[in-house]
């Protein structure tokens, strides 16, 4: 799915920009507002992985670009464990965010825009794969009860069978 792959590949490229300015001691470009410090969000213990010095957002590269790359195998052939396991990476990644969204407003009190917009990508995948997961469900109760392949949606399974069920109740026209 398309949507998949351009929210892992923004999700990257934000990791990665957050992971530049780590080690190369930049400030990010963020809007100062009294409740939005990008700063003290990412310079706060929170920031790093527990007990090293390695940024969350190297983390973040690695979850996108795997997040992307399932997004591209879904465009080529989508095996059958590749939408539960989408489905369960933007989860973990989900509760993550959800750990560092609260850490930013409780204990830090401060946001960082670019954390808030990788966040936000977060959430959009959670719900793209949640969608293609239901969506197979969808498909696979349409294909058992046609007995053959899933159409493109419920919809057009439950149109086609009004339309035979009419034909057989008038003799075939």
Known sequence: MIGLVVTGAAAA????????????????VCVPASFVDCDA????????????????ALA??????????????????DPPWLRPAHL?????????ALYLINAEIAVIGRICEWCTALHVLIVATFFLALSRMRSRARGSA?????GSP?????????????VRSRRSATGGT
Do not use: N
């Open 13 to 28: 490229l934000i990791s990665l920009y957050l992971t530049i300015t780590h080690y190369g001691g930049a400030a990010l």
């Open 41 to 56: 969000v990412t310079s706060s213990s929170y920031s790093l992985v527990p007990f090293t010095d390695i940024p969350i």
């Open 60 to 77: 973040g590269i690695g979850w996108s670009v795997m997040s992307a790359a399932g997004g591209v195998l879904a465009l080529r052939r």
């Open 88 to 96: 369960a990476w933007a989860g973990a990644a989900l509760l993550f």
């Open 142 to 146: 349409c294909s058992a009860a046609r």
């Open 150 to 162: 899933p159409r493109s949606c419920c919809s057009a399974c439950s149109s086609d069978r009004r």
